[in-house]
Nanobody, 121 residues
Framework: QVQLVESGGGLVQAGASLRLSCAAS????????MAWFRQAPGKEREFVAA????????TYADSVKGRFTISRDNAKNTVYLQMNSLKPEDTAIYYC??????????????WGQGTQVTVSS
C-alpha cells in the first residue's frame, strides 16, 4: 500500500502561483510513476501531469503546458506541482496518484484525498 496526502491548495487570484505537494508513505515510493489529476465541479476528472519514477520523464496536459511543472524528490517521498499563471479555469480539486507508468492513460493504483485550488478572476 502507498498512502498519498496532498497539501498546498488554497484561494488565489488569477495570475498567481501555488505549489502543491503530495507526500507518500508505505511501500517504496521510488518505484512508482506519479501523476496529478484534477476535477472541477460538474466535470470529469482530467489528467494534469505525470513524472516517471526517476524524474527523467514528464508529460503534461496541453491546458497546463508552459505554466505547470511536476517534479519529485525521492529522498523526501514527495511529488510537487508548481502552478504558475493560474487561471480561473484551473479551479478544481487536485489529486495525486501513483502507478506503474507515467502517462494520462495509466491505470493508477493509489490516490490521495485531494486538495482544493480556487482561482478567482
Amino acid at each position: 500500500q502507498v498512502q498519498l496526502v496532498e497539501s498546498g491548495g488554497g484561494l488565489v487570484q488569477a495570475g498567481a502561483s501555488l505549489r502543491l505537494s503530495c507526500a507518500a508513505s508505505g511501500r517504496t515510493f521510488r518505484g512508482y510513476a506519479m501523476a496529478w489529476f484534477r476535477q472541477a465541479p460538474g466535470k470529469e476528472r482530467e489528467f494534469v501531469a505525470a513524472i516517471s519514477w526517476s524524474g527523467g520523464s514528464t508529460t503534461y496536459a496541453d491546458s497546463v503546458k508552459g505554466r505547470f511543472t511536476i517534479s519529485r524528490d525521492n529522498a523526501k517521498n514527495t511529488v510537487y506541482l508548481q502552478m504558475n499563471s493560474l487561471k480561473p479555469e484551473d479551479t478544481a480539486i487536485y489529486y495525486c496518484a501513483a502507478g506503474p507508468v507515467a502517462g494520462p492513460q495509466t491505470v493508477y493504483d493509489y490516490w490521495g484525498q485531494g486538495t482544493q485550488v480556487t482561482v478567482s478572476s
